[in-house]
């Protein structure tokens, strides 16, 4: 293999990986946490812990 061919080869790799690397969504951070999203307040004995829907919702976990 030449060195330009390996050079080819390797950034082929990185760029494969890039995508993998990628940050979860908040949606999936909350479900993770054994919480729900919802559109309006938390309901009752339930507490905003973060959002959902890229900040468009709130996160709700209860308080035990």
Known sequence: ?????TGIFLLLLVLLAVPQAAPESDTVTCR???GKCSFLLC????????????????CC????
Request: include cysteine; charged fraction near 25%; glycine fraction near 8%.
């Open 43 to 58: 309901p009752f004995f339930k507490r905003s812990v973060g959002t959902c829907y890229n900040g468009l919702a709130k």
């Open 61 to 64: 976990r209860p308080f035990w």
């Open 32 to 34: 993770k946490m054994k």
């Open 1 to 5: 293999m030449s060195a330009k061919a």
